[in-house]
């Protein structure tokens, strides 16, 4: 391991250095990769410098301790066995910093969340999660662009298209990806008898053009006029696009702006980031041909979350975590999951590597 601290350490002097450089401003793209670099080891190099700090501070007080007095040997104990201690955490915390990143960490998300099995009352559901994504974002400063929307006629989602854009907007929002599962009284509900329904909740990060080409000739476009609820129509000029991308069959459509401009542009974006996921997932595949894609059929059976009204508990069945506080979960504080989901999977990661 020590190797590799010294091979990162001379990597960021490296970085730092080219940085500096007025030559590097006049090439964007290689500047931005110099920068992600350079702030992806910040934190490695940091710890990296704090460990050698305190083995230095550790290998002075064991020296000293040989020449020391009597009366000094208390001290000098103490203070070998704060930085023997400081060193282990440091040793643990650097484990978790070499650790292989996410490639797509840093990058903003689409989230399309969509009512799925339960008729009306799973279409509230989805409404109501629509709802605790954007408390989140807000929570943690991320800025919301909505895509698309289908509202239900009861006022909640059929489907919705929202691009989140944060730093951190990635990794919080990855392991929302599946099938949700609520339990409760839904409101259409007369008898008070408790329904199970689901909602559907994908997750892609944001491509960028660069990383996906693709070719005009590949896509079939066509233009038709807006219809809201009801078919009402929306506006009165053929201003709602549907892309089709041969090669795969995805098809992408999108109608909430005015502008065909606009909405071609959105629809884009998307089918950007539907190409790189199925890249992805094919690479994946590749690996391992038992993955399963994160919403499956949005049947209750595939749930990758309970939300339980009645007794105001949320459990997650990936990892077996539960607590009941559904009501600030609801309400976007999801913290205390995400973190429980992120805590697995470093462990995971850790176990793997040992």
């Not at 702030?39 to 490695?44: A, E, F, I, Y």
């Not at 208390?74 to 650097?94: G, M, Q, S, T």
């Not at 989602?157 to 609520?182: Q, Y």
Request: proline residues 2%; aromatic residues 4%.
């Amino acid at each position: 391991m020590f190797d590799r601290l010294r091979s990162l350490e001379d990597e960021f002097i490296g970085l730092e250095a080219r940085l500096s450089d007025p030559d590097l401003a006049n090439d964007q793209a290689k500047m931005r990769e110099v920068s992600r670099r350079y702030k992806d080891l910040t934190p490695v190099v940091d710890c990296i410098r704090r460990y050698h700090a305190r083995s230095a501070d550790a290998e002075a007080a064991r020296e000293l301790l040989t020449v020391a007095s009597e009366a000094e040997r208390p001290a000098l104990r103490d203070e070998l066995a704060a930085n023997e201690a400081a060193i282990a955490e440091l040793e643990e915390e650097l484990r978790v910093l070499l650790l292989p990143k996410d490639r797509n960490d840093g990058r903003s998300v689409i989230m399309e969340i969509r009512g799925a099995e339960g008729g009306d009352e799973a279409n509230l559901f989805a409404g109501d999660l629509f709802d605790m994504y954007r408390a989140y974002a807000s929570a943690n400063r991320w800025s919301v662009d909505m895509l698309s929307q289908d509202l239900s006629d009861l006022g909640g989602v059929n489907l919705v298209t929202m691009l989140i854009k944060g730093e951190t907007a990635w990794s919080k929002l990855k392991f929302e990806g599946g099938t949700h599962r609520v339990q409760r009284v839904p409101v259409t509900e007369s008898s008070g008898r408790i329904h199970t329904s689901s909602a559907t909740v994908l997750v892609l990060p944001e491509a960028e053009e660069v990383e996906v080409q693709i070719d005009d000739k590949d896509l079939d476009v066509d233009v038709y006029r807006s219809s809201g609820a009801g078919g009402q129509s929306v506006n009165t000029t053929d201003s709602a696009v549907r892309i089709t991308h041969r090669p795969t069959g995805v098809v992408v459509t999108m109608q909430d702006e005015r502008s065909q401009i606009q909405n071609r542009a959105r629809a884009m974006v998307v089918l950007r980031a539907r190409l790189l996921k199925l890249a992805e997932d094919e690479q994946a595949a590749a690996q391992s041909v038992e993955r399963r894609s994160q919403v499956g059929s949005g049947g209750r059976g595939e749930k990758i979350r309970t939300y339980n009204f009645k007794e105001n508990r949320l459990t997650d069945h990936r990892i077996g975590f539960t607590i009941y506080r559904l009501q600030d979960v609801l309400a976007g504080d999801l913290d205390e999951v995400v973190d429980a989901l992120a805590a697995d999977e470093r462990a995971r990661q850790l176990a793997g590597s040992e």
